[in-house]
């Protein structure tokens, strides 16, 4: 159950809402916990809730014939899963699957709706979210195709953990394989020259990133160009309103 507006804080999305806009989402909103790999929504699938993740990670998967994968976008606690419901969409064009455990407010994709088109606020904070994750989108398909696996490796992590709270990661080596579209021998390979060069420690189903200013100085420039973005973007979602510590009904 929510109580205060801080509760929403973990998201930065809804942590961005002006205190009148908080309470009218309220009502709609469930925290839950996801698991691992849990799928939220198929390709091709009606969207029925969205998620706003706190300390969960999300991917966005686009999935081939052949059964394979590879990550378009990863969604945390900066954004939300379920776009093309705001833009007149019924189904989501690729698979949502849980990549990190961890807690996201869910909600149903009708109320959204209904919500973004009453709401000039609302509506522009979610515009503005659309446009840096089509950033990260077109960013991801150029660095997958021009870019060596290590550089992928370095900007993939650093993706991630600006996506939680912490600078470490619940994954297995397969998982980023499955990620990056690639082997797992070639992940382990490279994984292990940012082990022995100091900058990640890495365990059975965990990474840790020890030195994020060494692996930012070997990441190709996607990844600066994504943040670049979203840091240009993500201020204009403060709200200008005080928040409120308003017990809700």
Same mark, same amino acid.
């Given at each position: ?115 973004? %088109? /009453? ?5 522009? #904070? ?6 840096? $994750? *089509?950033?990260?989108?077109?960013? +991801? ?75 930012? %100085? /070997? ?5 600066? #160009? ?6 240009? $973007? *993500?201020?204009?979602?403060?709200? +200008? ?9």
């Amino acid at each position: 159950m929510l109580t205060l507006q801080s509760d929403l804080h973990g998201n930065h999305l809804l942590g961005a809402l002006p205190a009148h806009e908080w309470q009218a989402l309220t009502p709609h909103l469930e925290l839950v916990q996801l698991r691992t790999e849990q799928l939220l929504c198929d390709s091709g699938q009606r969207i029925h809730h969205v998620y706003f993740p706190t300390t969960a990670i999300v991917s966005l998967l686009h999935t081939m014939e052949d059964g394979g994968s590879v990550e378009i976008a990863a969604v945390g606690r900066e954004g939300m899963t379920g776009v093309p419901v705001l833009t007149g969409g019924e189904t989501m064009p690729t698979r949502v699957q849980v990549q990190c455990p961890g807690f996201a407010y869910r909600m149903s994709a009708q109320a959204l709706r209904e919500q973004f %088109a /009453r709401s000039d606020f609302l509506r522009r #904070l979610m515009l503005l979210y659309m446009q840096a $994750l *089509l950033t990260q989108v077109a960013q +991801t398909a150029a660095c997958n195709r021009h870019h060596s696996l290590n550089k992928q490796l370095c900007r993939w992590l650093l993706i991630e953990i600006d996506r939680t709270a912490s600078n470490e990661l619940q994954v297995t080596q397969q998982l980023i394989a499955d990620m990056l579209g690639v082997r797992r021998e070639g992940v382990t390979e490279a994984a292990g020259k940012l082990h022995d060069a100091g900058l990640i420690h890495h365990s059975r189903g965990c990474i840790k990133v020890i030195d994020r200013e060494g692996l930012e %100085a /070997r990441a190709c420039e996607c990844y600066g #160009l994504v943040k670049r973005e979203f840091d240009r $973007l *993500l201020p204009r979602l403060r709200a +200008t309103e005080p928040a409120q510590s308003t017990t809700s009904a």
